[in-house]
């Protein structure tokens, strides 16, 4: 398992889904370069976190079986959904002097628990109606890097996300992974209801179970559809997706950007298949609206699953993500943007950023974003000016330079010829010898750094793209 080196993602029909089940519900099967198939936990990269690995052909002794049972169970949160609901209803009906929550455990206390909670740290002072309904700043984000870094919205861009979505006249928004834009969603309903919206949680973090109702949050997991709480969860996401007397549903989705895209997009496709199904004859063939929240260098993969979508230039800020808020010596600017499938000319990027409408592209583009006529759009990924070489045939960042013995543009500091093959990353050849240049991307799950293996499928699809316009220009 440790030196498996690159793995593939098996993704299961419908019929054949009888994987055993971790903590995370049923686990992914995996494929290494040999063809042996094993399964693993859908949700967690790290070992550490879950540890689940079986091989596909293996027999589990029914002993083994029992103790995995045992894990699971173990595993579950201390309440049911229910119970925490009930709990949350006592809670609000206590004293301001008697709310308590204990920071160590991330659980709202009743009074017959504060002895047994006793050395641990509390929160006691104002645990008012106000903070409860912002459960997402009461609570210490998981810091888990590979699997479920939670980074939350800034403001600035929880509140354009809403603004955009109800001015498009959606009502109804399917939150997966999105705790914050739900918790705005429900305080902005109660301010002004006139233009009130629904907003169903889906996310696996289940503290959030404390403080929403069973129709309201729906303890899941994203990277296999699983609804923790089984057939009651199912009816209401169901229920959720049924637009009623024109109440449109939009689903915006922000990922742990760790996550296999692979998989992840055959979750999102499966929710738009319910979707659709459950419109009947209302959605004319349609496609569910969705918003995908995602790094720039993920195009490649995102529009491998969801050819139709585009992506915007628009940059998503964190409060709580060192590299990507906007701080007082100026924002660094966040490599996180939006894939949508709504019409992107309808997506106003806000003027005062510096956002501008192109009228070529037919969308709103980064201040810096170029209009190139020579690749006829404005091709700036990253919101610098991108600078076109006429021998690549494309248009590339601007810190890079054309190199003839590599044949492309790389950085200047590069180290010439000795690179390899930057399809593969094998030193001993070039890509054009490369034996693994007609075989279908896989995201790595061990060995490598995910980010590296992004960079090189980007690499990979905007030399195809310079193979296709060096076509278009001979013809
Ligand atoms: C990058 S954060 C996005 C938070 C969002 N920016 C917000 O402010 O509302 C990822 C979110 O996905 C959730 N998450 C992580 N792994 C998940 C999984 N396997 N299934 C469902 N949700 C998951 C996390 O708990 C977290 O809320
Ligand atoms: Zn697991
Ligand atoms: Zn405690
Ligand atoms: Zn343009
Ligand atoms: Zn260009
Ligand atoms: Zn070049
Ligand atoms: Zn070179």
Known sequence: ???????????????????????????????????????????????????????????????????????????????????????FREFVSLPLDQRRFCVDCQLLLLPDEW???????????????????????LLRALENKKSNAQYLFADRSCHFLLDVLSGLGYRKVLCVGTPRLHELIKIRSTEDKTRAMKSLLLDIDFRYSQFYPQDEFCHYNMFNHHFFDGKEAVE??????????????????????????????????????????????????????????????????????????????????????????????????????????LSPRDVVLPEEEGYRFCSVCKRYVSAENRHCDVCNACTSKNGRPWRHCAECGRCVKPSWRHCSPCGRCVLPDHRCGQTGCYNCGDPGHKHKACPLKHKKTVQSVKGESRHDSNERTAKKRKNKNAHRNKKKKVT
Not at 17 to 39: D, E, I
Not at 122 to 136: E, G, K
Not at 290 to 309: G, S, T
């Open 1 to 87: 398992m440790e030196n498996v080196g690159e793995v593939e993602v098996i993704i299961p029909g419908d019929e054949e889904r009888n994987a055993p089940q971790c903590p995370h519900g049923p686990a992914v099967l995996f494929q290494v370069k040999s063809g042996k198939r094993f399964y693993a936990c859908s949700a967690c990269r790290d070992r550490k976190y879950c540890s689940f690995f079986q091989w596909e052909s293996e027999k589990v002794s029914e002993e083994r079986l029992h103790a995995r049972e045992e894990q699971n169970r173990l595993k579950k949160p201390l309440f049911t959904h229910t119970q925490y609901c009930r709990r």
């Open 236 to 341: 209401v996401f169901m229920d959720f997706l049924t637009e009623r007397d024109g109440n449109k549903v939009v689903m915006v989705t922000d990922p742990p950007f760790g996550g296999l895209v692979k998989l992840l997009g055959h979750t999102f496709s499966n929710i738009s298949h319910t979707w659709r199904r459950l419109q009947g004859n209302d959605s004319g063939g349609s496609q569910m609206p969705i918003i995908w929240i995602f790094p720039y260098f993920f195009e490649p993969r995102i529009l491998d699953c969801f050819p139709a979508f585009t992506m915007l230039d628009y940059q998503v800020d964190y409060d709580n993500h060192p590299l990507y808020k906007q701080g007082t010596t100026g924002r660094k600017q966040s490599p996180v943007r939006l894939f949508t499938n």
């Open 115 to 137: 002895s047994a909670h006793a050395s641990h740290r509390a929160l006691s002072d104002d645990i008012t109606v106000a903070r409860l309904r912002r459960p997402s700043l």
